[in-house]
């Protein structure tokens, strides 16, 4: 496996070959480049406040198998400069669905508002096209609005970002467990599968939730922030599982606090309407709180006025959102980037 700096690549399109040379890749990247990608990340991080790829893309980036394609654009060098990365475009391919693509998209802070972006999109209409492909902007950044206008992709979804202020006058209620219900903590190696179960059947219609794998629970309970204490379980008296609340706890990046998070709450459907999902929520938020967190975060659709209520009704207030965008349809594909 190669472990050495990569060397610029010539680009796909001639009248930008002295600018944002793109490199393509149809699988996972090598460990160097994985890398570099991941320092692009944080670096985005630090100066958006949140990250630029969803945890199922960073999954993929790192299984050897994933559905990927990958598009690289590095800043002009001369051929003995290693090469640095100005932006990456990852797509999740998605077998069988209607929408069976998600691009994901970030560009380094340095070189923003200069065109790679659009060199990106340009680069992977020709590599793949746009047909089935959602694209996900994550926080309210104009020129994600202005890219998507200029390639034809219309917002159909927005996830809002809320943020709960935990200073000393705010208090929440106690947690209340229906009868027979108590909490414990997820144990490794003991509860994977019959999480796995209580998840799908929870999220029967959310697929990107609803289908995580073993592996997929098995790749997030290897990133640094997974804390087995925090992974909530709400059990009868057989030790059944009827719902979780998995927190997170996002470490500072900087000029940011480290702020946690209400990162799943799920719920059986045998145990739903019980108001065994709110007593979840608080739980989670009073174990969190105990960390000595002053904020926690959360996403909720625009469109899941229940949710949104519920968590309003607790002090949480609009803090961001990220869109989902759509390519409509092939009728759009004579842009004038073709």
Not at 54 to 79: E, F, G, K, M, W
Not at 316 to 322: G, I, Y
Request: aromatic residues 8%; negative net charge.
């Amino acid at each position: 496996m190669t472990t050495g700096p990569a060397t610029p690549p010539q680009t796909n399109h001639a009248e930008d070959r002295t600018e944002w040379p793109i490199q393509v890749l149809r699988a996972a990247p090598e460990t160097y480049l994985l890398q570099e990608i991941l320092k692009l990340a944080e670096v985005a991080i630090d100066t958006d406040g949140h990250p630029p790829f969803s945890d199922q893309t960073l999954i993929q980036l790192r299984s050897a198998n994933a559905p990927l394609l990958i598009l690289l654009s590095y800043v002009p060098a001369a051929p003995e400069v290693p090469a640095a990365l100005a932006g990456v475009a990852v797509v999740l391919e998605h077998d069988g669905q209607p929408a069976s693509g998600t691009l994901e998209l970030v560009v380094h802070p340095t070189y923003r508002n200069q065109g790679v972006g659009q060199v990106l999109l340009k680069s992977l209409q020709s590599a793949r096209g746009f047909e089935s492909l959602n694209a996900w902007s994550h926080g309210s950044h104009a020129a994600a609005q202005q890219l998507a206008d200029q390639f034809g992709f219309e917002a159909v979804r927005a996830l809002r970002r809320l943020r709960l202020a935990l200073d000393a006058g705010h208090q929440l209620p106690a947690a209340s467990l229906p009868t027979n219900i108590s909490l414990r903590s997820f144990v490794p190696d003991q509860d994977e599968a019959a999480w796995l179960a209580v998840n799908a059947a929870a999220f029967a219609h959310h697929p990107e939730q609803g289908e995580t794998s073993l592996a997929d629970l098995k790749s997030l309970m290897e990133e640094q922030w997974f804390d087995a204490a925090g992974f909530l379980l709400a059990v009868d008296e057989t030790d059944q599982i009827m719902g979780f609340h998995w927190t997170k706890i996002h470490a500072a990046p900087a000029g940011h606090q480290a702020i946690g998070e209400v990162y799943v709450v799920g719920i059986a459907p045998a145990a739903q309407g019980k108001g065994l999902g709110k007593a979840l929520t608080l739980a989670g938020i009073d174990y969190l709180q105990k960390k000595g967190l002053s904020s926690i975060m959360l996403y909720v659709d625009a469109d899941n006025t229940a949710a949104v209520s519920l968590y309003q009704s607790l002090g949480f207030a609009r803090w961001d959102a990220d869109t989902m965008y759509s390519y409509p349809s092939a009728t759009n594909s004579n842009n004038k980037f073709q």
